[in-house]
């Protein structure tokens, strides 16, 4: 994860400054809020939280944006790997929130740091393809993929059965299995879509061995976000149990759930706006 840091790392202390919205140093700024004013950074999970479908959620920006002019630190951590980290920034910044690739992790940039330099056969988007070489990765073609010392392997809609045989060669050559995430389904507005668990289950069946996951879950890839974000009091916001809510706390982290329901997190909130 060390490639990792140093390929998302920014100029953290410049946040508070290049992200204020146009005029906001002119209006008077909102008290802070009960559960913010106990942290001075949030890990903020994207999809179920911020938007849905590329959608904003209600409340949402507004929080965001909120939380930025009070100076907090916000660093958003996802699981889709489908997208570059400057392409997320720009998404967000299409849907009004002045976030920059800096601010952005995904599983797949963590997959690209974990498995480059070296020959990488990728099962994912054309964008984690140039994650990949952007990390230093060598990106083999489907009739090269027994060449690779790893295999890639994140959910996108172009799957087929041409790249299960591509990986199961590579893999039977000996190459590494990665996943980018061990997610099965991911929200959509007509409802739950596949995600890369449900490709990777594909694979590992094929393959016969199971996956290196690298993003959440797993404590590492909070450990950056904290590295990054830099500050003493950091929570962690997201929507599922089993990645954001185990992953934080699994870090050592306080963690805000949102939805209802039982949970081991330190909040519950209906909302993103919940947190003011």
């Known amino acids: 994860m060390a490639v990792l840091r140093r390929l ?8 508070e400054e290049d992200h204020r919205r146009p005029g ?3 209006q008077r700024l909102p008290a802070r809020p009960v559960i913010a004013a106990r942290y001075d950074g949030f890990i903020v999970d994207l999809d179920g939280v911020v938007h849905l479908g590329w959608s904003a959620l209600p409340g949402a920006v507004s929080t965001v944006n909120t939380l930025l002019d009070t100076g907090k630190r916000i660093l958003f951590l996802t699981n889709d790997p489908r ?7 720009d998404r967000l910044r299409g849907l009004g929130i002045p976030a920059t690739p800096d601010m952005v992790i995904t599983s797949g940039s963590a997959g690209a ?31 090269d993929a027994h060449l690779a010392d790893r295999v890639l392997v994140a959910g996108h809609s172009g799957f087929d059965y041409t790249e299960l045989r591509a990986a199961l060669r590579a893999c039977s050559a000996g190459a590494e299995l990665v ?5 099965a389904t991911f929200p959509m507005p ?14 590992e069946t094929a393959a016969g061995r199971r996956a290196v996951s690298v993003g959440k879950p797993s404590p590492e890839i909070f450990r950056v976000a904290v590295d990054l974000l830099a500050v003493p009091r950091i ?3 997201g929507d599922r149990e089993d990645t954001d809510i185990a992953g934080g706390r699994a870090a050592g982290l ?6 209802s329901g039982e949970s081991h997190a330190d909040h519950i909130i209906p909302a993103l706006s919940g947190v003011l």
Do not use: C
């Open 8 to 15: 998302v790392a920014g100029r953290w202390h410049h946040q």
């Open 24 to 26: 906001a140093g002119h």
């Open 83 to 89: 997208f570059t980290r400057r392409s997320i920034a």
């Open 113 to 143: 740091a974990r498995v480059a330099p070296g020959r990488v056969y990728v099962i994912g988007s054309a964008e984690l393809k140039d994650e990949v070489r952007a990390a230093g990765g060598e990106v083999l073609s489907d009739v």
């Open 179 to 183: 996943a980018t995430n061990r997610d």
């Open 190 to 203: 007509d409802g739950l879509w596949p995600a890369t668990g449900a490709v990777l289950a594909a694979v």
């Open 235 to 237: 929570a962690v916001i």
């Open 254 to 259: 306080d963690t805000i759930l949102i939805g």
